[in-house]
Nanobody, 120 residues
Framework: QVQLVESGGGLVQPGGSLKLSCGASGFTLDRYAIGWFRQAPGKEREGVSCITSSGSTLYREFVKGRFTISRDNAKNTVYLQMDSLKPGDTAVYYC??????????????WGKGTLVTVSS
């Protein structure tokens, strides 16, 4: 069975940090661009960050300087390090694959998400 699995979410205070993981079962991630997305309650899903198969990274403006995406192909995992978290970062975070590029193609193999709650 081919799927992505997100983990690492939880409750954190404003200003805190979390590191999310996106792992794969049934296939290897190294040929894919991997994107992180989030959906807050009552809002549309939005893109957060992307990393290509070669390691190039992209960030939405609202997370630049606070979030870092990385990949460890040996562990078949992509990470999202989230620092200086704000209440507005509260959402379910998802990862998905795209063939090679962050810009072209269809996002696929969506995981079920991991909940991040930023609250005091």
């Amino acid at each position: 069975q081919v799927q992505l699995v997100e983990s690492g979410g939880g409750l954190v205070q404003p200003g805190g940090s979390l590191k999310l993981s996106c792992g794969a079962s049934g296939f290897t991630l190294d040929r894919y661009a991997i994107g992180w997305f989030r959906q807050a309650p009552g809002k549309e899903r939005e893109g957060v960050s992307c990393i290509t198969s070669s390691g190039s990274t992209l960030y939405r403006e609202f997370v630049k300087g606070r979030f870092t995406i990385s990949r460890d192909n040996a562990k078949n995992t992509v990470y999202l390090q989230m620092d200086s978290l704000k209440p507005g970062d509260t959402a379910v975070y998802y990862c998905a694959t795209r063939s090679n590029s962050c810009h072209d193609g269809t996002w696929a193999n969506w995981g079920k998400g991991t909940l991040v709650t930023v609250s005091s």
